[in-house]
């Protein structure tokens, strides 16, 4: 195994994108890089591993926990296990229980205990209110309730992080009835009872083992990680956030100064995020109820539907629609909406989405500009998108424009990473571009 398998999601980036970029710009050990839409972590950890000094932010709290628990090497192994066993010792029967329960007869009698004497009237097994339908079936929602119940008894350390994510990187595929392709959906076919011991055990087995060989290469020498630091923030506010918080940033090291930054950031094409990330939000209690989901979604660019607001006027502060190709896009929008007379439903929302999300970026792409030291550079993986009634949205170029026009950056260069395979038939052969940015020598 390797750490950045611990937990991933569907939008993670591969890690060779980053090594790749590394040995291009000749970032070394004395520079400082950022990623600020860090997901699940891959430019941290790829940049721990290289030994290069690395700052990650996102708005998830799943994927904040998954970037420290990624990073965070220096963990007592002696201490983890014995945890792990107490805690494997105390699930085991009440799974057990649980399993069995509908399969004998004692279980008619409605009895909160069992034959062995097992209490199960300390938990709540209601199932939790943001759970989309069919997502978790009864006798795993059980098992995970006792499962995070044990784990919030446990100190609240950096041990107990590795917990935590082993609870929620198993939770959606492994233990719930999920499957992303790439959006999430119900997977009937997985509904049932599942062995929630066997697959958390085995998780926690792989991470262990992971840490055995890390500490190990670093104790020999044959790795020397690099400082991390992951921290919850809005790419918007980048600059102001980290000029706050980051003990890394501020260090005599690096002067308050960033001098490079890789990234994937959302592109207007329906992902949300906080669906995808749905059961793991769930079990670290950040989406218990619409307010929680909404104060993450409202730190979020606007990329999708389901995450434009009324107030949200960033278009209007940077007056966005000067830009001529976002005009372009949004007119051609508008166009659709009055000629096919869309009056209900998301699509009435497609060009403010467009609108919303390229003004974010622009207010992102100045936090950047404040940030990086002069001559440093910025490479955004972003796909171009056909996801609104096919009208093509070439994300790279211009947010190149933008970032050139309207921030600073000089010459904006893009490179086809790949082409994906798009989620509309009509719509084929859309592109994945890395976006490189560079901040002037005279600035
Ligand atoms: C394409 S994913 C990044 C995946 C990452 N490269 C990886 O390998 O896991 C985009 C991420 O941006 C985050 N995000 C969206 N809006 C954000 C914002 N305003 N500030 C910080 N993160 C944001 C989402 O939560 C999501 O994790």
């Given at each position: 195994?390797?750490?950045?398998?611990?937990?991933?999601?569907?939008?993670?980036?591969?890690?060779?994108?980053?090594?790749?970029?590394?040995?291009?710009?000749?970032?070394?050990?004395?520079?400082?890089?950022?990623?600020?839409?860090?997901?699940?972590?891959?430019?941290?950890?790829?940049?721990?591993?290289?030994?290069?000094?690395?700052?990650?932010?996102?708005?998830?709290?799943?994927?904040?926990?998954?970037?420290?628990?990624?990073?965070?090497?220096?963990?007592?192994?002696?201490?983890?296990?014995?945890?792990?066993?107490?805690?494997?010792?105390?699930?085991?029967?009440?799974?057990?229980?649980?399993?069995?329960?509908?399969?004998?007869?004692?279980?008619?009698?409605?009895?909160?205990?069992?034959?062995?004497?097992?209490?199960?009237?300390?938990?709540?097994?209601?199932?939790?209110?943001?759970?989309?339908?069919?997502?978790?079936s009864?006798?795993?929602?059980?098992?995970?309730?006792?499962?995070?119940?044990?784990?919030?008894?446990?100190?609240?350390?950096?041990?107990?992080?590795?917990?935590?994510?082993?609870?929620?990187?198993?939770?959606?595929e492994d233990v719930g009835n999920v499957r992303?392709?790439?959006?999430?959906?119900r997977d009937p076919k997985q509904e049932g009872?599942k062995?929630?011991?066997?697959?958390?055990?085995?998780?926690?087995?792989?991470?262990?083992?992971?840490?055995?060989?890390?500490?190990?290469?670093?104790?020999?020498?044959?790795?020397?990680?690099?400082?991390?630091?992951?921290?919850?923030?809005?790419?918007?506010?980048?600059?102001?956030?980290?000029?706050?918080?980051?003990?890394?940033?501020?260090?005599?090291?690096?002067?308050?100064?960033?001098?490079?930054?890789?990234?994937?950031?959302?592109?207007?094409?329906?992902?949300?995020?906080?669906?995808?990330?749905?059961?793991?939000?769930?079990?670290?209690?950040?989406?218990?109820?619409?307010?929680?989901?909404?104060?993450?979604?409202?730190?979020?660019?606007?990329?999708?539907?389901?995450?434009?607001?009324?107030?949200?006027?960033?278009?209007?502060?940077?007056?966005?629609?000067?830009?001529?190709?976002?005009?372009?896009?949004?007119?051609?929008?508008?166009?659709?909406?009055?000629?096919?007379?869309?009056?209900?439903?998301?699509?009435?929302?497609?060009?403010?989405?467009?609108?919303?999300?390229?003004?974010?970026?622009?207010?992102?792409?100045?936090?950047?500009?404040?940030?990086?030291?002069?001559?440093?550079?910025?490479?955004?993986?972003?796909?171009?998108?056909?996801?609104?009634?096919?009208?093509?949205?070439?994300?790279?170029?211009?947010?190149?424009?933008?970032?050139?026009?309207?921030?600073?950056?000089?010459?904006?260069?893009?490179?086809?990473?790949?082409?994906?395979?798009?989620?509309?038939?009509?719509?084929?052969?859309?592109?994945?571009?890395?976006?490189?940015?560079?901040?002037?020598?005279?600035?």
């Open positions: 195994m390797d750490i950045h398998d611990w937990y991933r999601f569907v939008y993670a980036y591969s890690d060779r994108i980053i090594t790749g970029l590394v040995d291009e710009f000749e970032i070394t050990q004395d520079d400082l890089l950022i990623d600020p839409f860090n997901g699940t972590g891959t430019t941290t950890l790829s940049a721990k591993k290289l030994g290069i000094d690395s700052i990650g932010t996102d708005t998830s709290p799943a994927s904040v926990l998954s970037g420290r628990a990624k990073t965070n090497w220096e963990v007592d192994l002696d201490e983890f296990r014995q945890r792990r066993s107490e805690l494997l010792s105390i699930i085991q029967p009440i799974f057990k229980e649980i399993s069995s329960q509908g399969n004998t007869t004692l279980d008619s009698f409605g009895d909160s205990t069992n034959g062995q004497g097992i209490d199960l009237s300390k938990y709540d097994f209601s199932e939790p209110k943001k759970t989309p339908k069919g997502w978790l009864e006798k795993p929602l059980k098992k995970m309730k006792v499962l995070r119940y044990h784990i919030e008894e446990l100190p609240n350390d950096n041990v107990t992080d590795l917990f935590k994510l082993a609870m929620i990187a198993i939770s959606p992303f392709g790439p959006e999430a959906t009872d062995d929630v011991f066997t697959i958390f055990k085995t998780k926690l087995s792989e991470i262990e083992e992971d840490l055995e060989s890390v500490q190990a290469a670093v104790e020999s020498g044959e790795v020397e990680p690099g400082e991390t630091e992951i921290i919850r923030a809005d790419a918007r506010q980048l600059a102001d956030t980290l000029r706050e918080e980051s003990e890394l940033l501020n260090s005599d090291k690096h002067g308050g100064e960033v001098d490079y930054l890789i990234t994937s950031p959302p592109y207007p094409a329906e992902h949300d995020y906080t669906r995808n990330q749905r059961l793991e939000l769930i079990w670290l209690r950040a989406a218990d109820d619409n307010k929680d989901l909404q104060k993450i979604k409202k730190a979020n660019i606007r990329s999708h539907t389901k995450n434009i607001y009324v107030a949200d006027d960033e278009g209007e502060q940077v007056n966005i629609r000067e830009n001529d190709r976002v005009d372009a896009i949004v007119s051609e929008m508008e166009q659709i909406i009055v000629d096919e007379d869309i009056s209900h439903g998301f699509g009435k929302y497609y060009p403010r989405v467009i609108e919303e999300y390229f003004a974010g970026m622009q207010h992102h792409f100045e936090q950047v500009y404040d940030l990086l030291a002069s001559g440093g550079k910025a490479a955004y993986v972003v796909g171009d998108s056909g996801s609104y009634w096919q009208v093509e949205v070439e994300t790279a170029e211009i947010l190149g424009e933008l970032a050139e026009e309207r921030v600073g950056f000089e010459e904006p260069e893009i490179r086809l990473w790949r082409n994906m395979a798009a989620t509309t038939a009509d719509y084929d052969d859309v592109e994945e571009n890395i976006l490189i940015l560079t901040k002037p020598e005279s600035a």
